[in-house]
């Protein structure tokens, strides 16, 4: 038995006014998950408790984002949650309301012979 | 549905599928694969009301948010999935399945269209905005 990657799913979010990095890490979070349904599961017999959710998100301000936050958005598995100086920000003329965007990747990993 | 999705169309390289080696049991055989994932994606054509490039853009959307490795993690060829792709638009018959279908990566695949998706006419009556839905259905072959 080892564990292996089944999948990994990818999506983006942001927070347009307010420069939330947990909202778009959360909004991020939530793209990549409904790209795709993990058929395998069920159709292999599988306990989803026993998944290894692996969360990695990119913003521009990695500190700012509430990495329990994120581990609790998460429906399903054993969830290990990484922030990395990644994402982007658009700066705003002037005023401070930059558009902060966040990129997840969600690597599910399962123990298998 | 599936034998209409099979007609016509010059076969892409993935098209395995086509309405000469297509029988019952094959279909069956395929039905009988199990479901490994579901992908979703959404596309548009903003100003060309091009159901082809909106169904394309779909399926890649569909695809491209996942980076599927569970044949490889099962220790089965990439090139065995069998993907099932559905695409909902307002104009079905005006999709080309062919394209649809050559933007599979890896494995076979058959292409469906139903009506669905979206169609928004622009203000002045000149034109439309296309919204299509993709799903893809994917299926390996285990015990």
Not at chain 1, 7 to 17: Q, Y
Not at chain 1, 53 to 58: A, D, P, S
Not at chain 2, 67 to 83: E, K, Q, Y
């Amino acid at each position: 038995m080892a564990l292996k990657r089944v999948i990994l799913e990818m999506g983006t979010g942001n927070d347009l006014h307010g420069s939330d990095y947990t909202k778009a890490a959360l909004r991020a979070v939530q793209d990549a998950l409904h790209h795709s349904s993990l058929a395998f599961v069920r159709s292999l017999g599988l306990d989803s408790s026993k998944m290894q959710v692996e969360v990695t998100i990119g913003v521009q301000q990695p500190d700012k984002v509430d990495r329990a936050a994120v581990k609790a958005s998460l429906p399903r598995g054993q969830v290990t949650v990484k922030v990395v100086k990644g994402g982007l920000d658009i700066p705003d003329e002037g005023a401070h309301d930059a558009a902060v965007i966040a990129s997840a990747a969600v690597a599910v990993r399962y123990d298998l012979p | 549905m599936r034998a209409a999705a099979q007609q016509g169309d010059a076969p892409a390289p993935l098209w395995h599928h086509n309405a000469t080696n297509t029988t019952a049991t094959h279909e069956e055989a395929i039905m009988a694969m199990k479901r490994m994932a579901i992908e979703i994606g959404m596309g548009t054509d903003i100003r060309g009301a091009d159901y082809t490039k909106a169904a394309v853009r779909a399926l890649r959307d569909a695809l491209w948010h996942n980076s599927l490795s569970v044949a490889n993690a099962l220790g089965i060829p990439t090139d065995s999935m069998v993907c099932e792709v559905l695409i909902g638009v307002p104009k079905p018959d005006l999709v080309d399945k062919a394209a649809v279908l050559a933007v599979l990566p890896h494995g076979t695949g058959t292409v469906t269209v139903v009506e669905g998706g979206l169609e928004i006419a622009n203000d002045a009556g000149t034109g439309s905005t296309v919204i299509a839905n993709a799903g893809v259905i994917v299926r390996l072959d285990v015990a």
